[in-house]
């Protein structure tokens, strides 16, 4: 059924540091076939072409963002990753250790995998849809990283390094995820 999920690259003055679409495909390949079902399409695009496409803001929780300010957009059994918000989280030298880059990016697809299974689950009006989302994220990404049992030790070092260079989280940020 991944195989029926549609991957479009579609990048403006943009190109990503690393092959992404391949790592898209293996993080679909882990999402079970029920809850792929509706799911057409999976753009990986850039800020600046959402920017130029949609215009105005969108409801995330309580507040209004721009399209272009969010990693990621679930609307209509389509998904639209903003490539360039993902990987800024990280210097490109990471983006080399395939595990990281995946992981990532799992973050935000399967967040926005998690609003497709709360649409397919209970397509009606839910308080805490952000919340639903992110249970199934911590969901698809622990069955994901069951592949990389043998480096949980190193994630733990690594990730104790790599929190200083990343940039620190305002209250902007942490709605990122959301729209």
């Not at 998904?79 to 993902?86: A, P, R, W, Y």
Request: charged share 25%; glycine share 4%; proline share 6%.
């Amino acid at each position: 059924m991944a195989a029926d999920v549609k991957i479009v690259e579609q990048y403006v003055e943009y190109s990503p540091p690393i092959n992404v679409y391949g790592s898209v495909r293996q993080l679909l390949r882990v999402v079970p076939e029920k809850y792929l079902s509706g799911l057409h399409k999976v753009t990986l695009t850039n800020s600046t072409r959402l920017r130029k496409a949609y215009r105005g803001k969108l409801w995330a929780g309580k507040r209004r963002v721009r399209p272009a300010d969010c990693h990621g957009l679930y609307a209509n059994g389509q998904i639209q990753l903003l490539m360039d918000q993902i990987l800024s989280e990280v210097p490109e030298l990471f983006l080399l250790f395939p595990p990281l880059k995946k992981y990532l990016i799992a973050k935000t697809l399967y967040h926005e995998v998690g609003h497709h299974i709360h649409k397919l689950e209970s397509p009606g009006y839910r308080a805490n849809r952000e919340t639903f989302a992110d249970e199934w994220r911590d969901k698809l990404i622990r069955v994901f990283l069951r592949r990389y049992w043998y480096l949980a030790p190193f994630f733990r070092v690594a990730f104790y390094f790599i929190r200083p260079f990343a940039h620190s989280e305002t209250e902007d940020d942490s709605v990122k995820d959301t729209a």
